[in-house]
């Protein structure tokens, strides 16, 4: 059932969620619908395993049109030139690799340093991480 929350006043909002305007949820009814709901989190996408992310390091067509002048010189006996663009191609994917890598490093470390919170009432004015606020929280 979808509900457009905007269009309704407090006390119809309050009555739908079965909350005070006043005093908020009890802690033990917070804890249900906690339980209930689950956490206040956007669902993470899936990481991609690092041999995932280390392939696609490849998956641009400059680097395909390497790999391809990587053929046409094997083709042509030019082994040389053929291991010189391999190991230009292979340190890219590696930087491209420790870049990606670094970088979600990166955001897990801030993502962890601003946990956010929400002031709510529940029986008196607290302060919880947002993850923690549940459907009926004032």
């Known amino acids: 059932m979808k509900i457009d929350w905007h269009t309704k006043d407090i006390e119809e ?11 908020g949820l009890s802690t033990e009814e917070a804890q249900k619908r906690l339980q209930k709901y689950g956490p206040n989190e956007l669902e993470e996408k899936k990481k991609a395993s690092p041999i995932v992310i280390f392939l696609e ?14 053929l046409i ?7 040389f030139d053929a ?11 590696i930087l491209g ?4 890598f670094r970088a979600e ?7 962890a340093l601003a946990a956010p919170t ?13 993850a923690e606020v549940v459907p009926g929280d004032i």
């Open 83 to 93: 291991i010189v663009i391999g190991i230009i191609l292979l340190i890219n994917a």
């Open 57 to 70: 390091q490849f998956n641009d067509v400059l680097i395909w049109i390497l790999l391809f002048a990587v």
């Open 118 to 130: 929400a002031t709510v009432i529940r029986q008196k004015e607290v302060e919880i991480k947002t």
């Open 13 to 23: 909002t309050a009555k739908t969620l079965k909350t005070n305007i006043s005093t």
């Open 105 to 111: 490093k990166a955001l897990e470390a801030l993502k």
């Open 97 to 100: 690799f420790v870049q990606h």
């Open 73 to 79: 010189s094997i083709i042509r006996g030019e082994s």
